[in-house]
DNA sequence: ACCTGAACACCGTTCAAGT
DNA sequence: ACCTGAACACCGTTCAAGT
């Protein structure tokens, strides 16, 4: 018999190796062997499988262990954002889907996760009560903004052909820049070099510790 | 004759009033009274067409008054913030189409656009010269991550009744809340009465100021 | 309760043909 | 150069019918 649960595999298998235009009910009944119907009865719309799918697997990215006795607050932050870094890297798709979720359903599971897990650190930061709530939600829209902007497209390459992929792109890239002209761009001329030699994941992390910065100034 | 610019003001037309759905090719010929290929012909792809449609739309955001000379800064990054903010409330397809852009063309003129007005004033601000990128993406992440999560989507409401559509919706939100399992979700509860009288754009603010707070401390 | 699959209305895109 | 619009392949969704 079919499950849910099948059914939710198979949609997040078609993103990840296609992204959202390769989600279709006709590639899923075929792959099911099973026809349209079964997957209306089982998850409903196209739609609701991909909001089921973003879902699962940002509930199963939140779900990395909630961190032993003696990790502080900022570790635990870290490891959070990290694990939806790592979570999009791996399904792309879920840059645009997590955004669209957040708007049509700001009091889902996936949202109000989130919040949870990051506000309790916030209180265990030392900021005040009535500060929670600005400073967790500036937290989360930086964490999410820039996860979602990292998100690169990049194809099935090994592991060692996305290196060569990464060197390639940023070497277009910091030639683009270079090409801009420097009257009109003067600050993207001046950082050039850093962009192309700057760790994405790097970056985020330093991202994180400015916003803590400036979080932990609120005490 | 048909030009290139009244296309791409139908398609904003049609995408503020319907969203990302309302965008078909019959709809644009109908509006435009004219044949599908006339489209491809000036615009190309409907892709094609919600690239230059969004590339239009944030760079007429961008190109509010640059500022007098006594505009300090701070000043000119929460300008540029706000007219994003406001961009994306008129034009809420934004949300994704801007992230969907930026992973997919981090070179083209959006993000360049974007990223070459932050950076200036993150230069003016004393940031050391080495901290320019880390320093300007984040803020560019912050920003963008925020004004894309505040997306609503409350369908073509006049601005009172928005204002009850508004109420309802954080009503709606805290009862939510509220019936979260506390012992669950102790962080919720305790932000729940933040929450129903919190303003977006001036907790937007707020979270602009915590991230310039974390940058000035970079000097 | 669970599943089939034909049928329907609607897509984006192409391209020979016209002016 | 600019535009038409029929034709094509492909969508998501429904629903009577089966087990």
Do not use: C
Not at 78 to 102: K, P, S
């Amino acid at each position: 018999m079919l499950s849910r649960e099948q059914i939710i595999d198979t949609a997040v298998e078609l993103l990840d190796a296609g992204g959202e235009g390769a989600l279709t009910v006709r590639a899923m009944t075929e792959r099911l062997a099973t026809g349209s119907g079964a997957i209306y009865y089982h998850v409903g719309t196209r739609d609701e499988l991909l909001d089921t799918a973003t879902e699962t697997v940002v509930t199963a990215a939140l779900a990395t262990k909630p961190g032993g006795a003696s990790v502080t607050p900022e570790e635990e932050i870290r490891a959070v954002a990290l694990a939806l870094f790592d979570a999009i890297a791996e399904h792309q798709w879920l840059a645009t889907r997590l955004t669209l979720q957040i708007i049509r359903n700001p009091i889902g599971p996936v949202t109000v996760g989130i919040f949870e897990r990051i506000g309790r650190q916030v209180g265990a930061l030392g900021v005040p009560q009535a500060a929670w709530f600005d400073a967790t939600a500036t937290l989360v829209h930086y964490i999410l903004g820039a996860v979602s902007q990292n998100a690169r497209v990049d194809g099935d390459t090994s592991d060692v052909e996305a290196g060569v992929d990464r060197e390639e792109f940023l070497g277009a890239a910091s030639r683009a820049w270079q090409e801009l002209d420097p009257d009109d761009y003067p600050f993207m001329h001046a950082i050039v070099d850093q962009m192309r030699e700057h760790d994405d994941r790097e970056q985020f992390l330093t991202g994180i510790a400015l916003v803590l910065d400036g979080i932990t100034n609120l005490r």
